[in-house]
């Protein structure tokens, strides 16, 4: 099945600091997803983005479909920002190019900004 | 507009017991997915219902069982429960099947003892 890696796993950031998170898969998707786990386990969804680029306040993301990436940017992080990033795709079957309509999700990326 | 609700926030049970978790998806969804976050695993796809009928299926014991209604709501059954099905079970829903984009309610946290 389809790898999904990101990267950093840990990070640590000063409240007001820009970061960049990375997610690479092995294959084609028909879907990407980026969210947010708060403290109590809710996913969040940030962005859906299977191409191209697109912002909302503060956070960004874009993905390079032809190399098999995605990144989160998040900018003047803030203390509510802490938590687990998630990257979660969902890849073409090999049946004419639909979907498994299953995401799978990378490890995940914690990050603490602190005051 | 409501998001997608699951039932119960806690759930305890024993060994050998059956669990049943429901999920109501957003209004006009009507593909629902569910999800098994256990620690140290990650999140991990159980099934995917679409339209009244199971279309995907994860790697997950027969044990592990569920249905779609015909409003679209769903529940997911674990038979002969096992320690190791503690875990959080989030359910999603899209407006239509496959790649759509999937929106997660708060999810079901089971403890199995």
């Known amino acids: 099945g389809i790898q999904v890696e990101q990267s950093p796993p840990d990070l640590i950031l000063q409240e007001g600091a820009n970061s960049t998170l990375r997610c690479n898969f092995s294959?084609?998707?028909?879907?990407l997803q980026w969210f947010h786990q708060n403290p109590w386990g809710q996913l969040i969804n940030l962005f859906y983005i299977p191409s191209g680029t697109k912002q909302n306040g503060r956070l960004s993301a874009t993905t390079v479909a032809t190399e098999r990436y995605s990144l989160l940017y998040i900018s003047s992080s803030q203390t509510t920002d802490s938590g687990v990033y998630f990257c979660?795709?969902?890849?073409?079957?090999?049946?004419?190019?639909?979907?498994?309509?299953?995401?799978?999700f990378g490890q995940g990326t914690i990050l603490t900004v602190h005051p | 507009e409501a998001g997608v609700t699951q039932s119960p926030t806690h759930l305890i049970k024993t060994r050998g017991q059956q669990a049943t978790l429901r999920c109501s998806p957003i209004s006009g969804h009507t593909s629902v997915y569910w999800y098994q976050q256990a620690l140290g695993l990650g999140l991990q796809f159980l099934l995917w219902?679409?339209?009244?009928?199971?279309?995907n299926r994860g790697n997950f014991p027969p044990r592990f069982s569920g249905r779609q209604f015909p409003n679209y709501s769903s529940e997911l059954n674990v038979n002969a429960l096992e320690l190791e099905d503690s875990a959080l079970y989030l359910c999603a829903s899209s407006f239509s099947g496959g790649a759509d984009e999937q929106f997660f309610g708060p999810g079901t946290r089971l403890t199995v003892l």
């Open positions: 294959d084609s998707v028909n879907n």
């Open positions: 219902y679409d339209e009244g009928e199971e279309r």
């Open positions: 979660a795709v969902d890849p073409f079957s090999n049946a004419g190019g639909t979907s498994y309509g299953k995401l799978t």
